[in-house]
């Protein structure tokens, strides 16, 4: 009961926290002293206090798309095993809800873009619908695959895989680590596939589908969009913390891991530039090369002769 | 089985007082009769399901038909409720629908073949032998064929419907040729006695379960026997093509699962060639529906892809039994089912709204539309809340069912490397169709009710009490659905003991349990959903609002001409997806330094009817050239042809004697 307890304030509150340190980091590449990592906060709080701005060309579907976004991330967050790899709702195959609830947040965040009549946002949810639509299988590959040394599969038991240990384990964890990543980077939208803080809207993604949610409606799409990034990390960062731990020494492995994690894509944001539009699928189509390797390592490993 | 009855008598005599009567009353008769003759084969199938009441009657028949039995075994049960729960609301529907057309003469074809329509489909589902079968099957056929062609006098209807009934009747032929074979193999000509000719022989089996899946399969709408749907769902009024899509083409389901169920041990063969006829049937229908933008033939290639997903579920259940998974199996064949249901309310759902939304417009096509969920608020909401649903997304019905898909093939790898290999396949092509089912319907959700209007016209839109009160009610079965797939799983246990042949009954209890946990969850998440848009509406009513026009950039001269449209939302999609998806692009670009008019048409082209005008027409005229030759016209010769013919029966009968 702790443990969820735990979960639902790690979902809850640490969100802008990820995504301060990640700004902090670019900010140390980039030689300057950079906003404090408790900056999103003070931003979120502002927003809030905020009037607002709302397209008269809009309807309801406008007004509803941040507050379905933010749950269906919330929820998929109490899907998501994380200390002591205890999910806060755990059942047979919670897995698939976890990327239809994201899915769902997904169609109704473009939508609203929709809703606003303008070409801009039209724009950016066509390229949001077909750069997150590539890695949908990938996921499911892996997941799907992964299952198999699951007695029962809850998205909790698909982490045990790291306690099989041998060469083959450690390759299927290199690379589900690199899709997952991929699979973060296309879902947060950040570079090398979108920038977010990028100014012009013809080349912009996921920011231009929010041009204009104003005061609250853009702090609850930010926030959705922070807790997206935390929970996809925490994915990320569990799989490779061993098996059964103990909760504490579990809190302090996942504590490092999301701050290395959160270091990790601060420091992609700096090395790398975004692609250019049209090269960006060819990046992602690479997820599902990968996740095709995982399967076949995985056939190999459980019915060549392990057996 | 005599409210059963009943019901169908009601339906008929609608049909035929409507007939009679005096014009201004023809649609109330026709909805009063068709509303009571649902509820009473609706509660008849709720009867059987719960397991009260007699569900046998049988009809002795004159010469070629023999004693006729129409049983209600849970199968059917299951499927006369969805068309009584489904037809009622499209029946008042309809009413408010046709007021539109004022041509008297037509409406009352119009109303009989409706009459017929409902009561043959029901019949059909109940009978057991095969000779009345084929009957009922064909009355079924032509019934909607005048239903689809009730605008004739558009030359693309006509063509639709003309289609239609020839593609009807090439499916037909095979599903005669299945049960003739076994008719004559065993000497019966009920589903019982086949059922000693399908299991006696494997590949014989085999055979005619493949000669009955094209057969059925024509009218189901599987991959290359489809060509009929994107034509004649469009052509038809919009309560028909609800009917036809969601209802009709579950005969064709039905006919699959009657036939699983008379085979003992399905073969693996027969599950991995389905399996791969259902993927790429789902694959090509999703991608043709996230091109198109005709709203109605959009529809009809999204049921394309849910047929598809049902194909792969049944599939999946096949192989369950085959690799003997009894697990895989139940959750593989629960999965199908409820995809039955589910589909038959989302879809009738779009299709009604589609329809409200082409008497305001007088138009299919999406590109010139856009804010009508303004001046049609029920109608758009229940149109998004439907997309939602067919995308298979939580908390709604179409996820319920997708999922059991998911599992039943997860639960399947490991049982054998093979399986493993086309299960994660399969998993991840679900996958894949999801999310393109996702792009499909946010656009044509985004582009028909979101934004601003393309048209001028729009102020006088209206929809009308008698037409979203039907809809109101298939959304609220559509919703309890999607939460309560538990309760609904209680009524189709005997339906999965029926495929699973006999046992199953511990695997049964953990798929129902999977249902409860989900249908918590769907709960919670509903619940999240509520307070946060408690918490959003308190924030609403407190904060300082300022409605202005949309942002854009400090152009101040935007018109609503420059929205993102249908196809410039799927281009980047449709660009990647080449190899399945054929897009014929006629261009004319601007040349020169003033440049003169420039033009691009583009269009899609179904694969099937390239091979259908190109190839098979061309082998079947040169099949009859050749044949031709014996024709000369002359007397002289046939009779040379009549004596021929005697002499061989005199050469046979001597010999056989």
Sequence with gaps: ?307 | MDVFFAGIILFIAGGVFSEIISFRFKSSVSVIFSVSGSILTGYAAVLSLSGHGSSEITFLMNFPFGETRFVMDSLSALFVLIFSAVYLPVSIYSGGYMKHYNNGKKERLHYISLSLLISSMMLVVTVTNSLVFLVLWEIMSLSSFFLVSFENEKEDVYSASINYLIAMHVGVVFIIGAFAYMSFASGGSSFDDFRSVLNSNKTAGDIIFFLSFIGFGTKAGFFPFHSWLPKAHPAAPSHVSAIMSGLMIKTGIYGILRIITLIDNPSKTTGFILLAISAYTAMFGILYAMNDRDMKRQLAYSSIENIGIIGMAISVGILGLAFENKYMAVLGFTGAVLHIINHSFFKTLLFLAAGSVYLNTHSRNMETMGGIIKKLPYTGSIFILASVAISGLPPLNGFISEFFIYYSMISGIKTSPVLFVTMIGGFSLLALIGAVAVIAFTKSAGVIFLGSSRRTDIDHYHENKSMVIPMIFIAILMVLSGLLPHKIMGYTSGISALLVKGDGEVEFVRAVSLAADLSLAMIIFCGIVLSITIFRVILYKREKVEYFKTWDCGYQGGTSRMQYTASSYSADTVNVTKPILINRKELTPPEGIFPKKSWIKTSDVDITDIIITHVIKKWIERFFDAVSVIQSRTAQQYVIYVIIFIIITFIWIIGVK
Excluded: C
């Design chain 1, 1 to 307: 009961m702790k443990i969820i307890f735990i979960n639902l304030l790690i979902i809850i509150v640490l969100p802008f926290l990820f995504i301060g340190v990640i700004n902090k980091t670019k900010a140390f590449w980039g030689g300057r002293k950079g906003a404090s990592i408790f900056q999103p906060y003070h931003d979120f709080i502002k927003l809030m206090k905020k009037g607002e701005v709302i397209s008269s060309t809009t309807s309801w579907v406008f007004f509803s798309a941040p507050v379905i976004y933010l749950s269906t991330v919330i929820f998929a967050g109490l899907l998501l095993p994380i200390i002591d790899h205890t999910a806060v709702i755990s059942f047979e195959g919670s897995f698939i809800l976890f990327a239809y609830i994201l899915a769902l947040g997904k169609f109704f965040s473009i939508i609203g873009a929709l809703d606003t009549g303008s070409s801009f946002e039209g724009m950016g949810a066509a390229r949001e619908a077909f750069f997150t639509s590539i890695p949908e299988p990938a996921f499911f590959i892996i997941l799907g695959s992964i299952s198999i040394f699951a007695e029962i599969n809850t998205f909790e038991r698909i982490f045990g895989l790291y306690h099989a240990g041998s060469e083959l384990s450690l390759l299927i964890v290199v690379l589900t680590v690199i899709i997952l990543l991929v699979i973060l980077l296309v879902e947060g939208s950040r570079i090398p596939i979108d920038d977010p803080n990028t100014h012009l809207e013809l080349t912009m993604i996921h920011e231009v589908m929010v041009l204009d949610n104003s005061g609250p409606s853009l702090a609850l799409i930010q926030y959705g969009a922070a807790m997206k990034m935390l929970i996809l990390s925490s994915l990320i960062v569990n799989f490779i913390i061993p098996y059964s731990a103990g909760p504490m020494i579990h809190l302090g492995y996942f504590a490092a891991g999301i701050t290395f994690s959160a270091i990790t894509i601060g420091t992609i944001e700096t090395l790398t530039a975004r692609f250019r539009l049209v090269r960006v699928p060819d990046f992602i189509f690479t997820v599902i090369g990968m996740s095709l390797m995982v399967m076949f390592i995985i056939l190999l490993y459980y019915y060549g002769g392990r057996r």
